[in-house]
């Protein structure tokens, strides 16, 4: 599949802490294609970060290990590659927005020296060019008065021209892939919706593809093609984005969708899932969602739902599967 | 009267050409700073000792007997019992070429009697009343009582100041960089660091062999031992005994020792409501230490054992009656004077650090007197704590103190054994005045046998418990001729190189 | 700025003069010095003399007062030993005890911060477990304990280097390591602790996502960050190391003010311990005060342009 | 379990609900995790009961001076540690000698720790001018040196255990009011001290039973940090002669005592200098151990 | 029906004065800067508007946890404003106030049996034997269970810690809560729980809720009447239905057209505003809102913009809709909104 440019397969990661092993991600799968926007959602502690660190090769050294999987990317493979290899592809390749604009920035150098950072490090400018690229940069994703911000603190801007300079930071490069990792969660709706539209703009410019996580179920309506709604380290379902609202078929997708309060007469109750996420430490065997659901039956608690393909939509649940033999 | 002093000991070193080495400077390792360089102003041992290398007395003590010897005065008599004349060498001049004469003594002894100038030697010269220049080389003072111990005043504490000088610079730069008559020139002084002299070429008793002498301050002991183990100094005193056998085994190093004019003692407080008001108990405390395994054991037998209130260095010193130790004799007395022994408990003051092994000495004591049943509660102070609780009568019933110089009976009895006087802390009635009879006589055999029946006395009483001459011992490098002295000083002129 | 250094200033003052008065009522409680400076035989008249003269034995109050006045004017009275300016006495050791105290400190920095850096990168290596221990150990070590030991060594046994007495930069060398010794284990662990937190950071992640190589992101992102609380450390540790000063400078004979400053305290030479103590208050305050402007300096949160 | 009811979030509860341990197990298991801490630990518990009976387990009467065994090398005649300087045992005195170190690290920390707190919490919690008046007090106390303020205040007020004591009491308390009052002064902004209010406590109640109990954890921490700098500056200022007074066994007096023999007998200094070290090193194992374990976030003061 | 007024907040007004470290000089925050509302018996009132505008300030000056600079606080006919200390106690068992962050609201070293017994204990409510069978019947209410009353905040899970919250605020049996963003620091799955809990308590209590949110899609669900903040003022005041059907103030609108829409077949015409959010302690001058406003006029810089009623209760501040010159433009902006 030469159109694809990241496959992650069967991705599982473990962090020590202490003596403990916690194991966030068990087996991931999925894959971007050039030009796509692929959402990922999921509750908070469900591992998304945890990928896409992984995928950047940023996972704490000493204390997270990848057990298995493999990360493809335009045809090569992260999994055990080497930091000094790895160096050449951040910020260049692929590059990353964080969710928190605010301490995402270093506070003691200057926009300016932030943003040549990339530049200094994958191409060979001269000074002066760097400074024209970052300003070129900075003008593109809406910063007035590019050439004084340049020589100003991270603490002298507002949390969405921080986010904006962030972008930036990202873009330089010239990405193939870019991560962005709830870039909008700490912001707030009026500065979301520019943030947002920014991204697509961007990203229509720049023909990358583009892995946004969030939580939020209208920011992936909004912005994604595809989705994959991760659970508890696992991926439960992946669908194109109209397919998965339309006809979502793993219970915890539809818990969620249903659960929207547009999708709620007013005043009423809201469909609610019950219970809460379970922690890493808390799994056991049996479907990960079997303790929330409400079609759940005794099979569910014992074995892990295999993955079905329905065309292009992927989901993990024994309902599908019981669908042909059982009846629910 | 006497001529020029060169008493057998001191080698005055102009012949010291002989050494081949030619090494002619000197540095002393010394516990501490000068207070001041000013003559006749702070009472201390540690200013008194450098700054005689730069000022001359007008009477000296012989370095071994500690007998008077003429020095800027070669003659001093009474002329009547209120009035002393002296008479003064000729030809001296002062470092700064002013000539030394009558006016200069006259100033030096105004100086000290000025409150203005805050000398601490003042009250002891409270009575001198006037001095009056007869003529360039003679001088009278005129004292307001019987003043028999002025001798003394004159040895100990005055030094001779070039009055030009002082006048013209004012005393507060007279006071670091002084001018004397003296073997030494100053030459720089850093505070808490060091001072620096040079060789005085033209000194009246002839050019010193030791051409630049520096004390380097150094207070603690182990940091003088290790520069003089280095070589940085050439020698330094106060040697604490158990070292004494480390520098013995030093290449180039030699021990000088000398019994000094300093007393140590074990006051029993009379003062303080308590066993040692009677005199039985005083003597079976007498009977219970053992001064001779103190002096043995702590002290190494650096020391020399006293048996009563003066030292043998002392002038007017007879034998008196050693109560020898006898614990048996020590608990008979107690049982005596209506105390158990094993029921009695008695404080012991003691400062650290301040005589050798003076802490360990009352624990010492402490434990001679437990054999005998008696608990001692031994309370290490401060120095200036220990001072100020003799001083205010705060003592409890021992302590230990010392005293010196002690050459002259009457400073040392007037100022122990007297109800005023709160070293010892002792007070008889009988013993007071006797005392105060013995002190205004002026005629010397008289004087000398009141003083005599006085120790015969106060051991008779238990005054105290005497324990010891203090042993001066000084490190020095091998080749330095250097006698140590009675009287604690370092006259660098007396010195020189083999 | 100016009116925050005023404002600074003024604080200082007025915590100097604080601490000024504490210690004068103190020392006034503490009993009268007097005995130790006259000769032992001086009669009870004299010493009342010699109180007047101080004015020892006016109301305190009235002493205080009277103290104040002078002191701010810079007067602390004459040494009661000596008779010279108090003031001028203190100032003279100064240099000597900030020759002590500043090389300490350089070394204490030379050492530590490439220590606390390296032991941060490599985390949880031998290397660094092995540094760690050693500035626990470092810490727990008495200077006055590692002086002896230090003298024990070089001077009594292996008779390299003295072990004590001012001067030149061979006697400096074992003052300064003993003196420098809790600040070298103090200074890397805390290198190491901000190192770690700032390795922790999400602005370094943001610097590693933009490929920064790791030496690079160590030594100009990292440390950058981490210098700002050092900097707060390091000044105030300059207070610690003056006071530490006096411990070394008794140990090694070293003629500076906390040398001075214990022996007018044993001499009771009051009007210098009031002196040292106004020179080690002002210098304290001042050096905080440095610390505080330098922090704002290099913390561009809090800069003004 | 897992075939309970799946609906009921009972379900997860239990499977996940903590074990309660009692909180002495929970700190002994811990502590066995952390060898460090361990050491520390035991270093403690050994000093304390060395304190407790130690004049019961020296093998010489520590006082006792028997002047034809004096400056004994280790191991001679029964002496472990050698003799000092009137024939007393070394190892004797050193055993009685943790008593004072024990009595000052925890008497000061106590005091200073219960002043300090008091203050700290009153300049927290009232504010206005009686916390710029305490703050100005700090600020004073702080702008000497810790120790040299020990040495002045000793030298000043004389000589003892007491006064040693209350001398470090004296610099020490300031520490304690700083953190605390920060302390105050964050919790004072918490949720959950606002919830208080929305409740209707009353100002008093919410110091005594709401900001009180979460100062405990702090509190612990730094007396616990504390306490090896009282034990070390009280060696320290015995050592220039103004602490503890001999014939007291006392380490930093053992140490002044011994200085005058390091060039002829080392063990004089070595040991009751070693027992420092030793101290120190366990006080501030176990203190950084309690402060990682208790409050991970208030590392580096 | 016409229900009675239970609160009323008369030209409300915060100030913070904060140092801003030693270098710069003090600022003057306004948080809340002339507010003036009123809240029904049995609605639930909503406050909405970005972060930093004020409404958690609000909350919080109404029940007096901090005291406000100026303005009147009008409960249940009584003023507050000015109670000290003590005698606000009394009050705080008619009001109470549920706060967002579920991990810092609970005392981690209280049980929550002390937790909810506090309330009891300090207005004295109910027989102290019944007090323990109350808090059992709360906690059953809230989803909870008696074995968890031994517990420690920290062995919760963040929307338990919530019911726990919301059990404090109940279980006086107040008149009025104030539920401070009460559901967005929850996971989205266990937010719609806690709404429905809030949805059944106030049924079954006939509580009054001041409910602050910033999401407006939850504001649209629960709430009967919204007013929206802009840097410590508020723009607009309307029914829930009514705003989002027909929002006038420029703000309100770009508001509600940037919520992310539900299904990604949904278009939506945006408005996208430009800018950030101006510093409330450096609010601009006129109609605060100019800066970032598509509409802004002239006048909009100068001129504070006065409160124009629509229809019922439907009141905005813009100068938009009062009578002045620009006529053009305004219809231009009415007509494309
Ligand atoms: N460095 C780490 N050490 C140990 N555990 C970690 C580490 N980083 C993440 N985890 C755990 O991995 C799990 C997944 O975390 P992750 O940050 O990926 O969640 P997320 O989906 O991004 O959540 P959020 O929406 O809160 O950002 C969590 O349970 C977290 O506790
Ligand atoms: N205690 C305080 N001291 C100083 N300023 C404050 C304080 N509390 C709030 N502010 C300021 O007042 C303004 C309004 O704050 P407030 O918390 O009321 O906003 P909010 O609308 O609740 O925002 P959010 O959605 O972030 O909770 C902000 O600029 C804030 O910085
Ligand atoms: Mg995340
Ligand atoms: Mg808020």
């Given at each position: 599949?030469?159109?694809?440019?990241?496959?992650?397969?069967?991705?599982?990661?473990?962090?020590?802490?202490?003596?403990?092993?916690?194991?966030?991600?068990?087996?991931?799968?999925?894959?971007?294609?050039?030009?796509?926007?692929?959402?990922?959602?999921?509750?908070?502690?469900?591992?998304?970060?945890?990928?896409?660190?992984?995928?950047?090769?940023?996972?704490?050294?000493?204390?997270?290990?990848?057990?298995?999987?493999?990360?493809?990317?335009?045809?090569?493979?992260?999994?055990?590659?080497?930091?000094?290899?790895?160096?050449?592809?951040?910020?260049?390749?692929?590059?990353?927005?964080?969710?928190?604009?605010?301490?995402?920035?270093?506070?003691?150098?200057?926009?300016?020296?932030?943003?040549?950072?990339?530049?200094?490090?994958?191409?060979?400018?001269?000074?002066?060019?760097?400074?024209?690229?970052?300003?070129?940069?900075?003008?593109?994703?809406?910063?007035?008065?590019?050439?004084?911000?340049?020589?100003?603190?991270?603490?002298?801007?507002?949390?969405?021209?921080?986010?904006?300079?962030?972008?930036?930071?990202?873009?330089?490069?010239?990405?193939?892939?870019?991560?962005?990792?709830?870039?909008?969660?700490?912001?707030?709706?009026?500065?979301?919706?520019?943030?947002?539209?920014?991204?697509?703009?961007?990203?229509?410019?720049?023909?990358?593809?583009?892995?946004?996580?969030?939580?939020?179920?209208?920011?992936?309506?909004?912005?994604?093609?595809?989705?994959?709604?991760?659970?508890?380290?696992?991926?439960?379902?992946?669908?194109?984005?109209?397919?998965?609202?339309?006809?979502?078929?793993?219970?915890?997708?539809?818990?969620?969708?249903?659960?929207?309060?547009?999708?709620?007469?007013?005043?009423?109750?809201?469909?609610?899932?019950?219970?809460?996420?379970?922690?890493?430490?808390?799994?056991?065997?049996?479907?990960?969602?079997?303790?929330?659901?409400?079609?759940?039956?005794?099979?569910?608690?014992?074995?892990?739902?295999?993955?079905?393909?329905?065309?292009?939509?992927?989901?993990?649940?024994?309902?599908?599967?019981?669908?042909?033999?059982?009846?629910? | 009267?006497?001529?020029?002093?060169?008493?057998?000991?001191?080698?005055?070193?102009?012949?010291?050409?002989?050494?081949?080495?030619?090494?002619?400077?000197?540095?002393?390792?010394?516990?501490?700073?000068?207070?001041?360089?000013?003559?006749?102003?702070?009472?201390?041992?540690?200013?008194?000792?450098?700054?005689?290398?730069?000022?001359?007395?007008?009477?000296?003590?012989?370095?071994?007997?500690?007998?008077?010897?003429?020095?800027?005065?070669?003659?001093?008599?009474?002329?009547?019992?209120?009035?002393?004349?002296?008479?003064?060498?000729?030809?001296?001049?002062?470092?700064?070429?002013?000539?030394?004469?009558?006016?200069?003594?006259?100033?030096?002894?105004?100086?000290?009697?000025?409150?203005?100038?805050?000398?601490?030697?003042?009250?002891?010269?409270?009575?001198?009343?006037?001095?009056?220049?007869?003529?360039?080389?003679?001088?009278?003072?005129?004292?307001?009582?019987?003043?028999?111990?002025?001798?003394?005043?004159?040895?100990?504490?005055?030094?001779?100041?070039?009055?030009?000088?002082?006048?013209?610079?004012?005393?507060?730069?007279?006071?670091?960089?002084?001018?004397?008559?003296?073997?030494?020139?100053?030459?720089?002084?850093?505070?808490?660091?060091?001072?620096?002299?040079?060789?005085?070429?033209?000194?009246?008793?002839?050019?010193?062999?030791?051409?630049?002498?520096?004390?380097?301050?150094?207070?603690?002991?182990?940091?003088?031992?290790?520069?003089?183990?280095?070589?940085?100094?050439?020698?330094?005193?106060?040697?604490?005994?158990?070292?004494?056998?480390?520098?013995?085994?030093?290449?180039?190093?030699?021990?000088?020792?000398?019994?000094?004019?300093?007393?140590?003692?074990?006051?029993?407080?009379?003062?303080?409501?308590?066993?040692?008001?009677?005199?039985?108990?005083?003597?079976?405390?007498?009977?219970?230490?053992?001064?001779?395994?103190?002096?043995?054991?702590?002290?190494?037998?650096?020391?020399?054992?006293?048996?009563?209130?003066?030292?043998?260095?002392?002038?007017?010193?007879?034998?008196?009656?050693?109560?020898?130790?006898?614990?048996?004799?020590?608990?008979?007395?107690?049982?005596?004077?209506?105390?158990?022994?094993?029921?009695?408990?008695?404080?012991?003051?003691?400062?650290?650090?301040?005589?050798?092994?003076?802490?360990?000495?009352?624990?010492?004591?402490?434990?001679?007197?437990?054999?005998?049943?008696?608990?001692?509660?031994?309370?290490?102070?401060?120095?200036?704590?220990?001072?100020?609780?003799?001083?205010?009568?705060?003592?409890?019933?021992?302590?230990?103190?010392?005293?010196?110089?002690?050459?002259?009976?009457?400073?040392?009895?007037?100022?122990?054994?007297?109800?005023?006087?709160?070293?010892?802390?002792?007070?008889?009635?009988?013993?007071?005045?006797?005392?105060?009879?013995?002190?205004?006589?002026?005629?010397?055999?008289?004087?000398?046998?009141?003083?005599?029946?006085?120790?015969?006395?106060?051991?008779?009483?238990?005054?105290?418990?005497?324990?010891?001459?203090?042993?001066?011992?000084?490190?020095?490098?091998?080749?330095?001729?250097?006698?140590?002295?009675?009287?604690?000083?370092?006259?660098?002129?007396?010195?020189?190189?083999? | 700025?100016?009116?925050?250094?005023?404002?600074?200033?003024?604080?200082v003052?007025?915590v100097v003069?604080l601490a000024l008065t504490v210690v004068f009522f103190l020392i006034?409680?503490s009993?009268?010095?007097?005995?130790?400076?006259?000769?032992?035989?001086?009669?009870?008249?004299?010493?009342?003399?010699?109180?007047?003269?101080?004015?020892?034995?006016?109301?305190?109050?009235?002493?205080?007062?009277?103290?104040?006045?002078?002191?701010?004017?810079?007067?602390?009275?004459?040494?009661?030993?000596?008779?010279?300016?108090?003031?001028?006495?203190v100032?003279?050791?100064?240099?000597?005890t900030f020759?002590l105290a500043i090389?300490a400190l350089?070394?204490a920095?030379?050492?530590?911060?490439?220590?606390?850096?390296?032991?941060?990168?490599?985390?949880?290596?031998?290397?660094?477990?092995?540094?760690?221990?050693?500035t626990i150990?470092g810490q727990a070590i008495p200077s006055f304990w590692l002086g002896?030991?230090?003298?024990?060594?070089?001077?009594?046994?292996?008779?390299?280097?003295?072990?004590?007495?001012?001067?030149?930069?061979?006697?400096?060398?074992?003052p300064?390591?003993t003196l420098a010794a809790y600040s070298v284990a103090r200074f890397?662990r805390f290198?190491?602790?901000?190192?770690?937190?700032?390795?922790?950071?999400?602005?370094?992640?943001?610097?590693?996502?933009?490929?920064?190589?790791?030496?690079?992101?160590?030594?100009?992102?990292?440390?950058?960050?981490?210098?700002?609380p050092i900097?707060t450390l390091v000044a105030l540790d300059l207070g610690v190391l003056l006071g530490g000063a006096v411990i070394t400078e008794v140990v090694?004979?070293w003629?500076g003010v906390g040398r001075l400053l214990m022996?007018s305290l044993?001499?009771?030479?009051?009007?210098?311990v009031l002196?040292g103590v106004f020179i080690i208050a002002l210098i304290y305050a001042l050096v905080n005060f440095i610390a505080d402007?330098?922090?704002?300096?290099?913390?561009?949160?809090?800069?003004?342009? | 379990?897992?075939?309970?009811?799946?609906?009921?979030?009972?379900?997860?509860?239990?499977?996940?609900?903590?074990?309660?341990?009692?909180?002495?197990?929970?700190?002994?298991?811990?502590?066995?995790?952390?060898?460090?801490?361990?050491?520390?630990?035991?270093?403690?518990?050994?000093?304390?009961?060395?304190?407790?009976?130690?004049?019961?387990?020296?093998?010489?009467?520590?006082?006792?001076?028997?002047?034809?065994?004096?400056?004994?090398?280790?191991?001679?005649?029964?002496?472990?540690?050698?003799?000092?300087?009137?024939?007393?045992?070394?190892?004797?005195?050193?055993?009685?000698?943790?008593?004072v170190s024990v009595i000052i690290g925890l008497a000061t920390a106590l005091i200073a720790g219960l002043i300090g707190t008091i203050i700290g919490?009153?300049a927290?919690?009232?504010?206005?001018?009686?916390?710029?008046?305490l703050m100005r007090i700090v600020d004073v106390t702080l702008s000497f040196p810790f120790i040299l303020l020990v040495l002045v205040i000793n030298a000043i007020i004389g000589a003892g255990l007491r006064n040693i004591i209350i001398s470090l009491a004296v610099g020490g308390w300031v520490i304690f009011a700083r953190v605390i009052r920060s302390?105050?002064?964050?919790?004072?902004?918490?949720?959950?001290?606002?919830?208080?209010?929305?409740?209707?406590?009353?100002?008093?109640?919410?110091?005594?039973?709401?900001?009180?109990?979460?100062?405990?954890?702090p509190i612990?921490i730094l007396a616990s940090l504390q306490i090896g700098t009282y034990i070390i500056a009280e060696a320290s200022i015995s050592f220039l002669g103004f602490g503890v007074?001999?014939?007291?066994?006392a380490w930093g007096n053992?140490l002044n005592?011994?200085?005058?023999?390091?060039?002829?007998?080392?063990?004089?200094?070595?040991?009751?200098?070693?027992?420092i070290v030793?101290t120190a090193l366990?006080v501030n194992?176990?203190g950084d151990?309690?402060r990682?374990?208790?409050?991970?976030?208030l590392?580096g003061e | 029906?016409?229900?009675?007024?239970?609160?009323?907040?008369?030209?409300?007004?915060?100030?913070?004065?904060?140092?801003?470290?030693?270098?710069?000089?003090?600022?003057?925050?306004?948080?809340?800067?002339?507010?003036?509302?009123?809240?029904?018996?049995?609605?639930?009132?909503?406050?909405?508007?970005?972060?930093?505008?004020?409404?958690?300030?609000?909350?919080?000056?109404?029940?007096?946890?901090?005291?406000?600079?100026?303005?009147?606080?009008?409960?249940?006919?009584?003023?507050?404003?000015?109670?000290?200390?003590?005698?606000?106690?009394?009050?705080?068992?008619?009001?109470?106030?549920?706060?967002?962050?579920?991990?810092?609201?609970?005392?981690?070293?209280?049980?929550?049996?002390?937790?909810?017994?506090?309330?009891?204990?300090?207005?004295?409510?109910?027989?102290?034997?019944?007090?323990?069978?109350?808090?059992?019947?709360?906690?059953?209410?809230?989803?909870?269970?008696?074995?968890?009353?031994?517990?420690?905040?920290?062995?919760?899970?963040?929307?338990?810690?919530?019911?726990?919250?919301?059990?404090?605020?109940?279980?006086?049996?107040?008149?009025?809560?104030?539920?401070?963003?009460?559901?967005?620091?929850?996971?989205?799955?266990?937010?719609?729980?806690?709404?429905?809990?809030?949805?059944?308590?106030?049924?079954?209590?006939?509580?009054?809720?001041?409910?602050?949110?910033?999401?407006?899609?939850?504001?649209?669900?629960?709430?009967?009447?919204?007013?929206?903040?802009?840097?410590?003022?508020?723009?607009?005041?309307?029914?829930?239905?009514?705003?989002?059907?027909?929002?006038?103030?420029?703000?309100?609108?770009?508001?509600?057209?940037?919520?992310?829409?539900?299904?990604?077949?949904?278009?939506?015409?945006?408005?996208?505003?430009?800018?950030?959010?101006?510093?409330?302690?450096?609010?601009?001058?006129?109609?605060?809102?100019?800066?970032?406003?598509?509409?802004?006029?002239?006048?909009?810089?100068?001129?504070?913009?006065?409160?124009?009623?629509?229809?019922?209760?439907?009141?905005?501040?813009?100068?938009?809709?009062?009578?002045?010159?620009?006529?053009?433009?305004?219809?231009?902006?009415?007509?494309?909104?």
């Amino acid at each position: 599949m030469s159109d694809t440019i990241l496959k992650v397969k069967d991705l599982k990661i473990q962090f020590k802490t202490g003596k403990k092993t916690v194991q966030p991600i068990r087996g991931v799968d999925f894959s971007i294609k050039k030009g796509e926007t692929l959402g990922v959602v999921g509750e908070s502690g469900s591992g998304k970060s945890v990928t896409s660190l992984a995928v950047m090769g940023l996972l704490p050294e000493k204390t997270s290990e990848i057990i298995s999987g493999e990360i493809v990317f335009d045809g090569k493979d992260l999994t055990n590659l080497k930091e000094k290899h790895f160096r050449k592809l951040r910020g260049n390749d692929i590059s990353m927005i964080f969710q928190e604009p605010m301490t995402s920035l270093n506070p003691v150098f200057t926009i300016g020296e932030q943003l040549s950072e990339p530049l200094k490090q994958h191409k060979k400018m001269s000074k002066k060019e760097i400074e024209t690229a970052i300003i070129a940069v900075l003008t593109q994703v809406g910063i007035p008065r590019a050439e004084q911000i340049i020589h100003e603190y991270p603490h002298q801007l507002s949390g969405g021209m921080r986010q904006r300079v962030m972008i930036s930071l990202a873009l330089l490069g010239q990405p193939k892939l870019m991560i962005a990792d709830e870039p909008t969660t700490a912001l707030d709706v009026t500065i979301q919706a520019q943030i947002l539209k920014l991204m697509k703009d961007i990203k229509k410019q720049h023909d990358m593809s583009l892995l946004l996580i969030t939580h939020d179920l209208g920011v992936v309506a909004e912005m994604c093609d595809r989705v994959v709604v991760m659970y508890a380290g696992e991926i439960v379902e992946v669908a194109e984005v109209k397919e998965l609202f339309d006809n979502p078929l793993h219970p915890y997708t539809r818990g969620l969708i249903e659960s929207l309060p547009s999708k709620n007469t007013r005043k009423n109750r809201l469909y609610s899932i019950k219970g809460q996420v379970p922690k890493p430490n808390e799994i056991t065997k049996g479907c990960i969602f079997a303790n929330r659901c409400p079609f759940a039956f005794s099979k569910c608690f014992e074995e892990t739902p295999p993955v079905q393909h329905t065309g292009n939509h992927m989901s993990k649940c024994w309902l599908q599967d019981s669908n042909k033999d059982e009846v629910s | 009267g006497c001529t020029e002093g060169t008493s057998g000991q001191d080698e005055p070193s102009s012949d010291g050409n002989n050494d081949q080495k030619a090494k002619d400077s000197l540095v002393i390792g010394f516990e501490a700073d000068a207070g001041t360089l000013i003559a006749n102003l702070d009472v201390n041992y540690t200013t008194d000792t450098q700054i005689r290398n730069i000022y001359d007395s007008l009477i000296e003590r012989d370095g071994q007997t500690g007998e008077y010897i003429p020095s800027l005065a070669t003659d001093w008599e009474n002329v009547d019992e209120l009035t002393w004349r002296l008479t003064l060498k000729e030809g001296v001049k002062f470092h700064n070429g002013a000539d030394f004469n009558a006016e200069s003594v006259k100033f030096s002894i105004d100086y000290i009697l000025d409150e203005a100038n805050q000398s601490f030697y003042r009250s002891r010269w409270a009575n001198v009343e006037e001095v009056k220049v007869l003529s360039p080389t003679e001088v009278e003072i005129k004292t307001s009582v019987p003043f028999p111990s002025l001798v003394q005043r004159i040895t100990e504490d005055l030094l001779i100041m070039e009055p030009g000088y002082v006048e013209e610079v004012g005393t507060d730069v007279a006071a670091k960089e002084p001018v004397g008559t003296g073997a030494y020139k100053f030459v720089e002084w850093s505070r808490d660091n060091f001072l620096k002299l040079e060789a005085n070429e033209d000194y009246w008793q002839g050019e010193p062999a030791i051409k630049e002498v520096e004390f380097r301050y150094i207070p603690e002991f182990s940091s003088r031992m290790s520069a003089f183990l280095g070589g940085e100094i050439d020698f330094f005193k106060n040697i604490p005994v158990d070292s004494v056998a480390e520098i013995k085994n030093t290449d180039n190093a030699k021990i000088g020792e000398v019994s000094s004019a300093r007393i140590n003692y074990l006051a029993l407080n009379t003062f303080h409501d308590g066993p040692l008001q009677d005199v039985n108990v005083r003597k079976a405390l007498n009977y219970a230490v053992n001064v001779d395994e103190l002096l043995e054991s702590i002290l190494n037998g650096y020391g020399t054992k006293m048996t009563g209130p003066l030292a043998v260095i002392n002038s007017s010193y007879v034998e008196t009656d050693d109560y020898g130790y006898d614990p048996d004799k020590a608990v008979e007395l107690l049982e005596e004077a209506g105390y158990d022994p094993e029921e009695l408990t008695l404080t012991l003051d003691t400062p650290n650090g301040r005589y050798p092994m003076d802490s360990q000495v009352a624990q010492g004591i402490a434990s001679q007197l437990q054999k005998i049943g008696v608990q001692v509660d031994v309370k290490v102070n401060e120095w200036g704590n220990h001072l100020e609780k003799i001083q205010n009568r705060e003592m409890g019933d021992m302590y230990i103190l010392g005293w010196g110089p002690a050459f002259d009976p009457q400073s040392t009895i007037e100022n122990l054994f007297t109800e005023g006087a709160p070293y010892s802390s002792f007070y008889d009635e009988k013993i007071e005045a006797k005392i105060q009879e013995t002190n205004a006589i002026f005629n010397e055999e008289d004087r000398f046998e009141g003083y005599a029946e006085l120790q015969h006395d106060l051991v008779e009483q238990s005054a105290w418990v005497p324990l010891w001459q203090q042993a001066d011992l000084y490190a020095i490098k091998e080749d330095l001729n250097f006698e140590p002295r009675v009287d604690e000083k370092m006259q660098v002129f007396e010195m020189s190189w083999k | 700025m100016l009116d925050f250094i005023i404002k600074r200033f003024f604080q200082v003052i007025v915590v100097v003069l604080l601490a000024l008065t504490v210690v004068f009522f103190l020392i006034r409680i503490s009993g009268d010095p007097t005995t130790l400076f006259l000769p032992p035989d001086a009669p009870k008249d004299q010493i009342e003399e010699y109180k007047e003269l101080l004015g020892y034995n006016r109301p305190l109050i009235v002493q205080y007062g009277d103290f104040m006045f002078h002191a701010v004017q810079g007067d602390f009275g004459e040494s009661l030993r000596s008779q010279e300016d108090a003031l001028g006495i203190v100032l003279s050791r100064i240099p000597a005890t900030f020759q002590l105290a500043i090389s300490a400190l350089l070394i204490a920095l030379i050492i530590a911060i490439p220590l606390g850096v390296l032991s941060a990168y490599k985390r949880n290596t031998v290397f660094d477990k092995v540094g760690v221990a050693l500035t626990i150990v470092g810490q727990a070590i008495p200077s006055f304990w590692l002086g002896l030991i230090l003298i024990y060594f070089f001077a009594a046994q292996l008779k390299i280097l003295p072990s004590g007495g001012g001067g030149t930069a061979i006697h400096l060398i074992l003052p300064t390591l003993t003196l420098a010794a809790y600040s070298v284990a103090r200074f890397t662990r805390f290198t190491r602790s901000a190192m770690l937190d700032v390795l922790r950071k999400d602005y370094i992640r943001t610097s590693k996502a933009s490929g920064v190589p790791t030496f690079r992101l160590i030594m100009r992102y990292a440390l950058r960050n981490s210098l700002i609380p050092i900097i707060t450390l390091v000044a105030l540790d300059l207070g610690v190391l003056l006071g530490g000063a006096v411990i070394t400078e008794v140990v090694f004979s070293w003629p500076g003010v906390g040398r001075l400053l214990m022996q007018s305290l044993m001499n009771r030479d009051f009007p210098i311990v009031l002196a040292g103590v106004f020179i080690i208050a002002l210098i304290y305050a001042l050096v905080n005060f440095i610390a505080d402007v330098l922090y704002a300096y290099v913390n561009p949160q809090i800069r003004v342009k | 379990m897992s075939s309970s009811l799946p609906q009921n979030e009972q379900a997860l509860e239990n499977r996940v609900k903590p074990k309660r341990k009692s909180a002495i197990a929970t700190f002994f298991s811990n502590l066995s995790r952390s060898w460090t801490g361990l050491i520390g630990f035991i270093i403690i518990m050994t000093l304390i009961v060395i304190s407790l009976i130690g004049q019961w387990i020296t093998p010489f009467d520590p006082y006792f001076a028997e002047f034809s065994k004096k400056l004994l090398p280790p191991m001679t005649e029964g002496h472990l540690l050698g003799t000092d300087q009137l024939g007393r045992d070394i190892f004797s005195r050193i055993i009685l000698g943790a008593r004072v170190s024990v009595i000052i690290g925890l008497a000061t920390a106590l005091i200073a720790g219960l002043i300090g707190t008091i203050i700290g919490i009153i300049a927290g919690f009232f504010r206005g001018w009686i916390d710029i008046i305490l703050m100005r007090i700090v600020d004073v106390t702080l702008s000497f040196p810790f120790i040299l303020l020990v040495l002045v205040i000793n030298a000043i007020i004389g000589a003892g255990l007491r006064n040693i004591i209350i001398s470090l009491a004296v610099g020490g308390w300031v520490i304690f009011a700083r953190v605390i009052r920060s302390e105050v002064l964050a919790l004072r902004e918490k949720e959950f001290i606002t919830a208080c209010i929305a409740t209707g406590v009353s100002r008093f109640e919410i110091l005594i039973k709401h900001i009180v109990p979460n100062l405990f954890t702090p509190i612990i921490i730094l007396a616990s940090l504390q306490i090896g700098t009282y034990i070390i500056a009280e060696a320290s200022i015995s050592f220039l002669g103004f602490g503890v007074a001999p014939p007291t066994p006392a380490w930093g007096n053992m140490l002044n005592e011994g200085k005058d023999y390091i060039f002829s007998s080392w063990w004089l200094i070595t040991f009751p200098g070693l027992a420092i070290v030793i101290t120190a090193l366990g006080v501030n194992l176990f203190g950084d151990w309690l402060r990682d374990t208790l409050d991970p976030e208030l590392k580096g003061e | 029906m016409e229900a009675k007024t239970l609160l009323e907040i008369k030209n409300l007004k915060k100030y913070f004065e904060i140092s801003q470290g030693m270098f710069k000089e003090k600022i003057n925050v306004r948080a809340v800067d002339d507010i003036s509302f009123s809240v029904r018996e049995g609605e639930t009132f909503a406050l909405v508007g970005e972060s930093g505008c004020g409404k958690s300030t609000t909350g919080r000056t109404i029940l007096r946890l901090t005291d406000p600079t100026d303005g009147q606080i009008v409960f249940k006919g009584k003023n507050i404003e000015k109670l000290p200390y003590n005698q606000m106690r009394a009050l705080r068992n008619r009001m109470q106030m549920v706060f967002q962050d579920p991990y810092a609201s609970l005392n981690p070293k209280k049980t929550i049996r002390q937790i909810l017994m506090e309330p009891l204990r300090v207005h004295n409510k109910f027989p102290r034997e019944e007090r323990l069978e109350k808090i059992n019947n709360m906690l059953k209410i809230v989803g909870l269970s008696e074995e968890h009353l031994d517990r420690y905040p920290h062995e919760f899970s963040g929307g338990q810690r919530q019911r726990i919250g919301i059990a404090r605020a109940v279980i006086l049996q107040p008149d009025f809560i104030i539920a401070d963003e009460p559901v967005s620091a929850l996971d989205v799955s266990v937010q719609s729980q806690v709404i429905n809990l809030m949805l059944d308590l106030q049924e079954e209590f006939g509580l009054t809720y001041l409910f602050i949110s910033h999401d407006l899609s939850v504001i649209e669900h629960m709430t009967d009447r919204v007013a929206v903040m802009y840097l410590g003022k508020i723009v607009e005041v309307a029914d829930t239905e009514e705003l989002f059907a027909n929002p006038r103030h420029p703000y309100t609108q770009a508001l509600i057209s940037a919520v992310p829409i539900s299904h990604p077949d949904e278009e939506k015409e945006r408005i996208i505003l430009t800018g950030d959010v101006p510093s409330p302690a450096n609010p601009p001058s006129g109609c605060s809102f100019h800066t970032r406003c598509p509409f802004a006029m002239d006048i909009c810089r100068k001129v504070e913009p006065v409160s124009k009623e629509f229809s019922n209760g439907h009141k905005a501040n813009c100068h938009l809709y009062t009578d002045s010159e620009n006529k053009e433009e305004k219809e231009y902006a009415i007509n494309h909104s």
